[in-house]
């Protein structure tokens, strides 16, 4: 109730401050990075860079105009609040009152994306982590509380068996709107149990498009960016490009040669982990 008497901007501004404290204090995302590596097998750089990207990309200002964008000519309503006439033709949307955030494995940081757009619309939001990463959603909780008590209140994080039917059939049938990341089979489970309500994010896959007959610093410098790009979370994300377009103005052979190399050298940096045979 509390959550739903405050203004929008408000809990922006907060959400803002919170990742402003994951971007600045360098020991609490060490120590994060370090316990994501652990259980999923990332390196522990790669993961601080991962965070570092997923706060800075969620910072007040670009929350603000995410929702500017989404909610420009649309009146918001809050579930249970008192709402004026609408006027014909009038382009209304209900607030959700509980998100259901089904996480997937492959993604350090993903809680951030559901969990502050739910809040930032005044719902509360229960975030299940994935097996195989258990630990930035109640991290990222518990942040949260340490900033603004009442957006604190309205998150929470848990792990439990997928498809658990005694803990998520009430779930699913009280959620207004439910969250799915994963595969195909994945998202068409959730389709089936919750048909509309359900804003699902499958999979997915980026190319890299290098275009013209002229790039700076190409092929070194190009290939230096894409490596990184390719090799981030061992291009198993779906922003890693899993392919390379090459305009044929460009000499395609130097920029494989040189992206051989970069490859080889980010290893050292970023070594893959030891993905299981199943």
């Known amino acids: 109730a509390r959550l739903l008497s405050r203004d929008v901007a408000g809990v922006v501004r907060a959400l803002g401050r919170v990742s402003t404290v994951w971007l600045e204090d360098d020991a609490r995302r060490s120590a994060a990075a370090e316990e994501i590596a652990h259980g999923t097998g990332y390196a522990t750089p790669m993961v601080d860079a991962c965070l570092q990207r997923t706060f800075a990309a969620w910072n007040e200002r670009a929350l603000s105009a995410l929702l ?5 000519g649309v009146r918001l309503e809050l579930p249970g609040g008192v709402h004026a006439p609408r006027p014909a033709g009038a382009r209304v949307a209900t607030a959700p009152e509980l998100v259901l955030a089904l996480l997937a494995q492959n993604t350090p940081g993903l809680a951030v994306a559901p969990v502050f757009t739910a809040l930032a619309l005044r719902a509360a939001i229960l975030v299940k982590s994935p097996r195989g990463e258990t630990r930035f959603a109640p991290l990222l909780v518990r942040s949260i509380a340490e900033v603004d008590a009442d957006l604190g209140d309205a998150c929470a994080a848990h792990t439990w068996p997928g498809g658990t039917a005694a803990i998520e059939d009430p779930l699913f049938a009280a959620a207004s709107r439910i969250v799915a990341y994963g595969g195909a089979e994945t998202i068409a489970a959730v389709r089936s149990r919750a048909g509309e309500r ?27 960016v894409l490596a990184r790009e390719i090799a981030f979370l061992d291009q198993r994300g779906c922003l890693s490009p899993q392919l390379v377009l090459v305009d044929e103005r460009l000499d395609a052979a130097a920029l494989g040669e040189a992206l051989a190399r970069e490859l080889a050298a980010v290893e050292s940096e970023w070594p893959r982990r030891r993905l299981p045979l199943e």
Not at 204 to 214: F, I, M
Not at 218 to 223: D, V, Y
């Open 68 to 72: 500017d964008g989404a909610l420009r």
């Open 198 to 224: 359900v804003v699902a994010y499958g999979p997915r896959a980026s190319v890299a498009v290098l275009a013209g007959d002229r790039l700076p610093g190409f092929p070194a410098a190009t290939a230096r």
